[in-house]
C-alpha cells in the first residue's frame, strides 16, 4: 500500500524541483536528480498495473527516455512536474498492452479490501472479500483505474485529476461513481 | 480490457530492490543514441526560426506601435474602471445576510446609540463630515454575537493564512447620507463600547483591512466592571441576598462537575512514544490488526520500564507474536525452554508522529484554555458570593461597591474609529492538518455526490470556523479538522443548495472517508438550523 509521499512536496521541494528541471532542459545529464526522485513512484505506479516485473522495470526507463526527450515542452502551468511523469508512464503502459507486450494486471491487497468494504459499510469478512476481488475484475477499465488510483495508491483527487487531465471535482464524482459501480457488482448475485 | 489479470497479495519489492534497478547512465545514453541528426534537431532549426520570428515581430510591433499610440492609455482606463467592491464580505447563503440596524445621527449634535445587547456608540457632533450637515447621517450597525452571524455574514475570519479566529465581540458600523459614504473626522473618533461575549484575556483587538482581507491589530482599553452602576440592586432584603447566594452556589457546582468531565488529551491516544521506555519494530499482519494498518510509521513501545529482562533482545526467540486483548496489546516471545510475554502500545515515529504531536499540543492547548475559563468564571462567581454574604451582615455599600460581573458578562472593549469597517476582539487559532486523502462529500439517502464550492467547519469545542473553498484562502483539497472535537460541517454548492454535517468528537481520522451531508430543504432558516444544531451538538 503506497501513499504517495512525493506530491504532498513542501514549496521549497518544489523550488528546487524547478531548478533541478530548468538545469536539465539545458543539460540532459542533469536530469539525474529527478530520475532519482521519480524512478521509485512510476515504477510502483506501471508495476501496481502489470505482471511482469522486468518488463515493469523496462517501462520504467521508457517513460523517462520519453521525459527526457521531452523536457523541453514541459512548464509548470498548474501540472505539477510528478503528474505529467504519471501521465508519461500511463500513456507508456497503455502502448505496451496495445503492442501485447505486457498483460493488464490488477495488484490487490487484502489490507486494501478490507478498507474498501468499511468505506462501502459492509462486513468485513472473508466471503465479502472474495465477493469484493470478484466485483473488481468486472469493473470496466476507466472507473478500474480511478479505484486503483484513489483506493489502492490513495492518491488525492486533485492529483488524480492532473494525472487523468480532468479537473478536481471531475475526479472526485468520477471516483465516487466507481465505486458506486463497484458496489452494484459486489451486491450482485 | 478483455485480458486482465486478477492478482491478490502479490508480494511488493521494497525501496531497496527498485532503487538497485535505477540506471540513468543507461537511460541517459540511450536517449543520446536517439537523437536526431544535428539538421534534424530543434537546435539547428530553431535559432533560424526564432530569428525569422523575431525579425517579423520586430517589424509588426513596431507597425502597430505607430497606429496605435493610444493603446496604452486605454489599458489605464480599463483598470481604473475596475469596480471598487473588493468582494471581502461575502454572505455564503443568499437571502439570510445579517441586517444592519439603521440609526438617524444629526451630524452637529453630540449622538449616543445603544444597542440591545448594551453596546454603546457615541458620536461627537464633529465627528461625522457629510456633504449636507443639516441633513441627518444614517449609521449602519450590526454585531455578530455568535459564530452563525459571523458567518451568515460572510465576514472572512482567517489571519495571515494559517490561522483562523475565535471570536469575543465583533461589530459593523457604517454610515451614509443619500447613499454616499460619510467621512469620519480623525480628530473627532467615534467611540464605542463594545459589549463582549467572552472574556478577553488573551484575546487581541483587531480591524479588517478590506482589501486585503486580512486583519490589523488595534488599540483598545477593556473594561470588565461596566455592570457596576446596574448591579445597585434593591437587595436590601436578607431573603433576596440568600437566594442570590444559593443560585451563586449552584453555579459553582456546575462548574466543578463541568471542570471533572473534560478530559485532559493523553499522549498515548495520540499515539505519542515515551521516550524512556523500550520500542521495537515489528512487521505484523495488517489483515489482522486493520485498525493499525493504516499508519506508515508504527513501533511498538514496551509498556513496563522495570521487572523484566530487558538483556532479552540478545537472546534467540524462535517466535515472536503479536497479540490483542481488547484494547491492549501483548507481545509473545517463544524460545524452546523460555517464554516472555511483554505488554506493548503502538506508536508513531516520523512524519506521522510529528503531525500527531501537533494535533496533540492542540488538544492540551484546547484543555487548558477550557479548564482556565472555568476557573476565571468560578473565581468571579466567589467574589460575588463573598459581596453577597457581607451585604447579609449588614454591609450593602460593601456590595455595591465589590460586586462585579457576572460571567455571563464579559465586559466591554472601548475603541475609537475614524474609519467605518468591521472591529472584532479575537484570538488567532491554528487551521488543522490537510487531511491526507481528501474525502468524498456525499448526500445522504443518495447515490450522488456533493459538489461543494465553498466548505465551513465549525468546531464546537473549539469555538472556531474554518473555511475552505471559493473566497476562503484555503481550496477545498487542504480540508481537515480536529478530529477529536465536536463539529458542524457546511457545506455549498454553486446552485445554492447545502448540506449540513455533525461529526462527534473521537471520529477517526480514517485515510479513506466520506462525510455524508444532509441536504438544507428550500425555505428553511439556515441561522435557525445551524443555531439548533450547534446547541444540541453542545448540550452532548
Redesign the interface.
Known amino acids: ?1 503506497t ?1 504517495n509521499p512525493l506530491y ?1 512536496h513542501t514549496h521549497e521541494r518544489l523550488e528546487e524541483e524547478q531548478v533541478w528541471i530548468q538545469q536539465a532542459k539545458s543539460n ?2 542533469l ?2 536528480p529527478l ?2 526522485k521519480y ?2 513512484p512510476i ?2 505506479y506501471i ?1 501496481q498495473r502489470m ?1 511482469d ?1 522486468e518488463m515493469a ?1 523496462d517501462v520504467t ?1 521508457q517513460v ?2 520519453k521525459a ?2 521531452n523536457i ?1 515542452k514541459y512548464e509548470n502551468r498548474g501540472v505539477p512536474f510528478g503528474s505529467w511523469l504519471y501521465r508519461i508512464a500511463k500513456s507508456e503502459l497503455y502502448q505496451s ?1 496495445r503492442d501485447k507486450q505486457a ?9 486494501t479490501l ?3 468494504m ?2 462501502m459499510d459492509e462486513d ?1 469478512s472473508e466471503i465479502n472479500k472474495k465477493i469484493l ?1 470478484r466485483a ?2 468486472k469493473l ?2 476507466e472507473p ?1 483505474q480511478l479505484i486503483e488510483m ?2 489502492f495508491e ?5 492529483e488524480i485529476g492532473e494525472i487523468l487531465d480532468i479537473t ?2 471531475n475526479a ?2 468520477k ?2 461513481r466507481a ?2 459501480k463497484l458496489k452494484k457488482y459486489f451486491h450482485e448475485k | ?1 478483455t ?8 508480494p511488493n ?1 521494497n ?1 531497496e530492490q ?2 538497485a ?4 547512465d ?3 545514453s ?3 543514441l ?1 537523437k536526431p541528426p544535428v539538421w534534424k534537431s ?1 537546435w539547428f532549426w530553431g535559432p533560424t526560426g526564432l530569428a525569422s520570428i523575431g525579425i517579423a515581430l520586430f517589424f509588426s510591433v513596431n507597425y502597430l506601435n505607430s497606429q496605435n499610440e493610444t493603446h496604452d492609455k486605454t489599458n489605464t482606463l480599463a483598470i481604473k474602471d475596475l469596480p471598487k467592491d473588493t468582494e471581502c464580505i461575502h454572505p455564503p447563503i443568499e437571502g439570510e445576510d445579517v441586517p444592519f440596524q439603521t440609526f438617524e445621527v444629526n451630524p452637529n449634535k453630540n449622538e449616543e446609540i445603544i444597542l440591545p445587547s448594551g453596546t454603546k456608540i457615541e458620536i461627537p457632533k464633529e465627528s461625522l463630515l457629510p456633504e449636507n450637515r443639516n441633513e441627518s447621517v444614517e449609521i449602519e450597525v450590526r454585531e455578530f454575537p455568535d459564530k452563525v452571524s459571523a458567518f451568515l455574514a460572510g465576514i472572512p475570519m482567517d489571519y495571515q493564512k494559517e490561522d483562523a479566529f475565535i471570536s469575543a465581540g465583533m461589530i459593523e458600523i457604517r454610515g451614509k447620507q443619500n447613499d454616499q459614504v460619510v467621512e469620519i473626522n480623525s480628530e473627532e473618533p467615534i467611540k464605542i463600547d463594545m459589549r463582549l461575549t467572552k472574556n478577553p484575556a488573551g484575546f487581541d483587538f483587531w480591524s479588517l483591512n478590506e482589501t486585503t482581507k486580512d486583519w490589523t491589530k488595534h488599540p483598545v482599553k477593556y473594561e470588565l466592571n461596566h455592570q457596576k452602576e446596574e448591579s445597585k440592586l434593591s437587595l436590601n432584603k436578607p431573603t433576596e441576598i440568600k437566594k442570590q447566594i444559593a443560585n451563586i452556589d449552584k453555579q459553582i457546582i456546575a462548574l466543578d462537575q463541568s471542570k471533572s468531565e473534560v478530559q485532559k488529551p493523553s499522549a498515548e491516544s495520540f499515539k505519542i512514544p515515551n521516550e524512556s521506555h523500550q520500542k521495537f519494530d515489528l512487521d505484523f499482519n ?2 489482522t490488526y ?1 485498525e493499525l ?2 499508519f ?1 510509521n508504527l513501533v511498538f513501545e514496551i509498556l513496563p520500564t522495570s521487572g523484566y529482562d530487558k538483556n532479552f533482545t540478545k537472546k534467540t526467540w524462535s517466535d515472536v507474536k503479536l497479540e490483542k486483548n481488547k484494547d491492549a496489546y501483548e507481545m509473545i516471545f517463544t524460545a524452546t525452554s523460555e517464554k516472555l510475554r511483554l505488554p506493548v502500545r503502538p506508536v508513531l515515529q516520523g512524519k506521522e508522529l510529528t503531525e500527531a504531536q501537533k494535533e496533540f499540543d492542540l488538544a492540551i492547548a484546547s484543555f487548558n484554555e477550557t479548564i482556565a475559563e472555568i476557573e476565571r468564571n468560578k473565581s468571579v462567581l466567589q467574589k460575588q458570593k463573598e459581596a453577597y454574604q457581607k451585604a447579609l451582615m449588614g454591609d450593602l455599600a460593601a456590595l455595591n461597591e465589590k460586586l462585579v460581573s457576572s460571567p455571563s458578562d464579559n465586559g466591554t472593549a472601548s475603541f475609537q474609529v475614524n474609519q467605518w469597517g468591521v472591529y472584532n476582539c479575537d484570538k488567532p487559532s491554528k487551521y488543522p492538518a490537510a487531511m ?3 474525502p ?1 462529500f ?1 448526500w445522504e439517502n443518495s ?3 456533493a ?1 461543494f464550492s465553498q466548505i465551513f467547519v465549525f468546531n464546537l469545542d473549539k469555538d472556531l470556523r474554518f473555511n475552505y473553498g471559493e473566497r476562503a484562502i484555503h481550496p477545498i ?1 487542504n480540508f481537515g479538522f480536529h478530529a477529536n472535537d465536536d463539529l458542524v460541517i457546511f457545506g455549498v454548492e454553486r446552485g445554492g443548495d447545502f448540506g449540513i454535517c455533525e461529526l462527534k468528537s473521537g471520529k477517526s481520522k ?5 462525510i455524508i451531508f444532509k441536504k438544507g430543504e428550500s425555505g428553511e432558516s439556515v441561522r435557525d438550523l445551524l443555531n439548533k444544531l450547534m446547541n444540541e451538538t453542545v448540550s452532548v
Do not use: W
Open positions: 500500500m501513499v504532498h540532459p545529464e536530469f539525474g530520475y532519482k524512478h521509485e515504477f510502483r508495476h505482471d516485473t522495470f526507463s523517462f527516455m527526457l526527450k523541453h498492452f498483460l493488464r494486471t490488477v495488484n490487490v491487497e487484502s489490507v478490507f478498507e474498501m468499511d468505506e468485513q476481488f473488481l475484475g470496466k477499465e478500474l484513489r483506493f490513495r492518491r488525492s483527487f486533485k478536481e471535482n472526485k464524482v471516483c465516487f465505486l458506486e | 480490457m485480458n486482465r489479470k486478477m492478482n491478490l497479495d502479490r519489492l525501496s527498485i532503487s534497478r535505477q540506471n540513468f543507461q537511460v541517459l540511450k536517449h543520446l536517439s530543434p495488517k489483515k486493520p494498518a493504516k506508515e491526507k486523502n481528501e468524498f456525499v447515490s450522488t455526490s459538489d483539497s480514517s485515510i479513506i472517508s466520506k
